[in-house]
């Protein structure tokens, strides 16, 4: 069974997600993947993620999905703690079948998503409390705003206190990647949860967490950090050190300038320019996503000259 302490202790600062990059005929390139791994860890990244989002998991295959957490925890090598997910959609059966493939692999977290709409607290603890049961690794809530199945006119709520509260008494229960966009929200998860379980911010990058950072919050995802790693890490040690201006500095300078332009384009597509424009792989994407055009493409590449970003490969 994981050791909830030492896991939440061992995931400090910037945590870095895997994109998936695809050949020119639309296969992954699981070479590419092991690079990137490659590179992140030597430019000091702690902590790796697969991420339904970032790692294109609603372009995959079930297979495909299953061999993007392999290929990640085997080229991390130990090296870096690695988180994998589930998949977006599916049954429990599906998800707990996910859950006990990365104990076989050596992931040392699985993050959890709820596939369904919300009918009730007692459906999505059922949920992850049998994920939990299912496996020894360490299981994480990918935790964002759930859309209400009953009723005409469906609310998007975010999890209450007490579906964490009550998962909390599973001993492998590990952590959360708070994405509801609800700052109130995260500092009560914050508030109540900082010292129980990992969280991990997963929007906003470094602005964000500058203000969640004096919550308490372990952790959180980063943005540009995905092909200036080094950058990232720095930021995180002037926090550490006390040194808020420098950490403020490299938000205005190199986080901000990226991020306005970005955001506009597709903040996916976008990041994958950006690592292609840095060597790390190609910009490809799998239909139906399309991957910028040349124009957008010029954009990245003009933000990237103006700005000054040179890459730690």
């Excluded at 007692?122 to 199945?149: N, P, Q, W, Y």
């Excluded at 990992?198 to 950090?225: D, E, H």
């Amino acid at each position: 069974m994981v050791a909830r302490t030492s896991f939440i202790n061992s995931v400090k600062g910037p945590v870095f997600p895997i994109l998936t990059p695809f050949t020119a005929s639309g296969d992954i390139d699981f070479n590419a993947v092991e690079n990137y791994v490659d590179f992140l860890i030597r430019s000091g990244a702690q902590t790796l993620m697969v991420t339904i989002g970032t790692s294109r998991f609603n372009l995959l295959s079930e297979q495909e999905m299953l061999d993007m957490n392999a290929c990640v925890v085997n080229a991390a090598e130990g090296k870096a703690t690695t988180i994998v997910t589930t998949p977006p959609l599916g049954s429990l059966r599906t998800s707990i079948s996910f859950a006990q493939h990365a104990e076989r692999i050596g992931a040392d977290a699985i993050l959890g998503v709820y596939p369904e709409r919300y009918y009730g607290d007692d459906s999505v603890t059922d949920f992850f409390a049998e994920i939990c049961k299912s496996t020894s690794t360490g299981v994480m809530i990918h935790l964002k705003k759930m859309d209400r199945g009953a009723g005409r006119f469906p609310e998007v709520i975010p999890y209450s206190m007490d579906i964490l509260e009550n998962l909390y008494s599973y001993d492998n229960f590990v952590g959360m990647k708070e994405e509801c966009n609800l700052p109130d929200m995260t500092q009560k998860y914050n508030d109540k949860f900082k010292d129980k379980i990992l969280i991990i911010g997963g929007a906003g990058g470094m602005n964000s967490y500058l203000k969640a950072f004096n919550w308490g919050q372990p952790a959180y995802l980063v943005g540009i950090g995905s092909f200036l790693p080094k950058i990232e890490i720095e930021f995180f040690n002037h926090l550490k050190d006390g040194n808020t201006s420098k950490a403020q500095d490299i938000v205005l300078n190199y986080e901000k300038p990226f991020f306005t332009e970005a955001v506009k384009l597709g903040w996916h597509l976008a990041l994958k320019e950006a690592l292609c424009q840095h060597g790390l792989m190609h910009s490809y994407e799998r239909a139906p996503l399309n991957q910028l055009d040349s124009d957008s493409k010029t954009i990245i590449k003009t933000i990237l000259a103006e700005n000054n970003y040179v890459s730690s490969n």
